[in-house]
């Protein structure tokens, strides 16, 4: 009998912690999305869902404006392109907790990404468009890898990327991609969407 008390407590105290762990787990302390890398940027023309747990109302499909807005339910419009995918769902939470909710647990899932690219001109195998995988960063070494790699007539010592700013402005960055491939310490520059490189051919 004792054994069989003992094994009583045991199995209620279990039962007890895990039914605990899961109200805590659907509570509003803690922050997911699904499907989509907590440091994601945000871009304008992404779509993602927005779902609320326990409230099939607030669930939405959303497309994000060219000036980076959304509109929520509830909260009405608000800007999330430029933020982080855990900021935008904290800020969404907060958002929810202060008028509507108590403790919302928000869930951000990614439905589709815009698509950014990078043009290679020039002394490379594959020139032309380059796409940027969703979620990731990529470096001038990986995009010149990624268009086939460098002709044998290629200028390596002076590679040039042109670059927009959001002004409108724009800058030529000179790399020597020489001290890329033959230094491990050499800082290989990050590509963004919208960057052109240039492979010149060297001169004999």
């Avoid at 939405?60 to 900021?87: N, Y």
């Avoid at 890898?145 to 390596?156: C, H, N, Q």
Wanted: aromatic residues 6%; negative net charge.
């Amino acid at each position: 009998m004792n054994r069989l008390l003992s094994f009583t407590v045991a199995l209620s105290f279990l039962l007890t912690a895990l039914a605990h762990g899961q109200s805590e787990s659907a509570g509003g302390n803690s922050f997911s999305s699904t499907g989509l890398a907590s440091n994601y940027v945000i871009q304008p023309l992404d779509i993602f869902r927005v779902s609320v747990f326990q409230e099939p109302d607030l669930q939405t499909e959303v497309r994000v404006a060219k000036d980076g807005s959304v509109v929520l339910p509830l909260i009405g419009k608000i800007t999330v392109g430029g933020m982080t995918a855990i900021d935008a769902q904290k800020m969404i939470r907060d958002l929810y907790n202060k008028d509507y909710l108590v403790e919302p647990h928000v869930t951000l899932m990614m439905l589709q990404y815009t698509e950014r690219r990078i043009q290679v001109h020039g002394q490379v195998n594959k020139p032309g468009p380059v796409v940027i995988p969703p979620e990731e960063e990529m470096t001038l070494s990986q995009a010149i890898s990624a268009a086939g790699g460098m002709s044998r007539l290629a200028a390596t010592s002076s590679v040039l990327v042109k670059r927009v700013d959001e002004s409108g402005k724009s800058k030529v960055i000179r790399i020597d991609f020489d001290e890329i491939l033959e230094d491990p310490e050499a800082k290989d520059i990050k590509v963004i969407d919208g960057d052109n490189i240039y492979v010149r051919e060297r001169i004999f």
